[in-house]
């Protein structure tokens, strides 16, 4: 049976990575089946409403973050409050690129951000040296993640070093493979993340 995370991005038409490696594979439901579920790819597909894009929008974005709808009209909230200093789209980014789930992905301490939420959970990860199991922390610029000492000796964790070492991080994070170390040392622009959603129908949707 299609995994449901994978059906999410065949109804959503964009690819979210939500699996992790098996995204980055052939096997992709994506690669196979480029169409939404339970149609054969020859259907005629009915134009979409600009509510309905609007939504499309939402979901795509929420989902890529693997949030809840709760939390993801927080976040937006938070980025609508604080126009001024730089456009809410930049802003919204930034909240959703600074959770520690995202970051230890970004790093690629993990293959997904589900299973990097996961080990957030678990207790596997220090922020600036002390322990941080909440998923939804928002780091800062200069803040350290590292795996915990006592974790890099886990199976889920061995060869990782090696692994990363062939590993490109995004601009704005800065990796040491031999320590299992990472640092943030900017906040990323809306171009260097390049979001699979067009920003500024979501705050139409919720504006609504």
């Known amino acids: 049976m299609l995994n449901n995370k994978c059906k999410i991005c065949r109804r959503l038409g964009v690819k979210l990575f939500l699996k992790g490696e098996k995204c980055l594979s052939p096997k992709c439901p994506m690669v196979r089946k480029p169409y939404p579920p339970g149609q054969k ?3 005629r597909v009915r134009a979409l409403s600009d509510y309905g894009k609007e939504l499309r929008e939402k979901q795509r974005l929420r989902n890529w973050y693997n ?11 938070k980025a609508l409050k604080g126009r001024g200093k730089e456009d809410s789209a930049t802003r919204l980014i930034k909240i959703l690129e600074s959770r520690l789930d995202n970051i230890v992905f970004k790093l690629g301490f993990s293959p997904s951000r589900n299973q990097a939420r ?3 959970t678990h207790g596997h990860f220090l922020v600036n040296g002390k322990m941080m199991n909440i998923p939804s922390y928002l780091v800062k610029k200069g803040d350290r ?5 006592s974790s890099q000796k886990k199976a889920i964790f061995q060869n990782l070093s090696a692994l990363l070492k062939k590993y490109k991080t995004p601009v704005w994070l800065e990796l040491s493979a031999e320590k299992l170390e990472g640092k943030v ?5 809306l ?11 979501i705050f139409e949707y919720y504006s609504r």
């Open 41 to 43: 790819g020859k259907r």
């Open 67 to 77: 949030l809840r709808e709760k939390q993801f009209w927080n976040y937006v909230k």
């Open 118 to 120: 996961q080990l957030i």
């Open 145 to 149: 993640i590292i795996i915990k000492p």
């Open 185 to 189: 040392i900017d906040l990323p622009k």
């Open 191 to 201: 171009e260097e993340v390049v979001p699979p959603a067009e920003i500024s129908a």
